[in-house]
């Protein structure tokens, strides 16, 4: 479990310890909304599937399609589009704790920026946080 976590969010072995990325992970996954991604596109699809069935109800397009496999799918679709969007939020979110921590770190990309001397990531562009220290 914990060899495919690492592998999704390389980021957790800049942590100082386990302990501190299992925390910093518990944190990130607390503060993503794109949760409601799924929920709300699968509404969606379901309420066009049921206006679709009212208007069209035995219609030749669905007898060949069982609809166990329409349900699935309107589940499995929204969460195969949302994996990703969670991923990158999580990932974004467990970079600016490293920041938190004071591991240097871009944001946006995950660029070790030490010894940057311009502001800028020179992976990226984007302007680099300078570590802040935890109090
Ligand atoms: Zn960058």
Known sequence: MRKLLVRLY???LLFPDREAAN?????ANREDRS???VVMVT???LICYNILLRLFPHPAVYSFVPG???LLTTGLFPTLCWFPLLRR???RALRSQLVKHGIPICIPCGYDPTGNV???CSECGAP???PVPNA
């Open 118 to 120: 311009s502001g800028r």
């Open 35 to 37: 949760h409601w991604f």
């Open 43 to 45: 509404i969606i699809i």
């Open 89 to 91: 939020n999580v990932r």
């Open 68 to 70: 166990g496999v329409l």
């Open 128 to 130: 680099v946080q300078k």
């Open 23 to 27: 925390e910093a992970l518990a944190t």
């Open 10 to 12: 390389p980021e957790l």
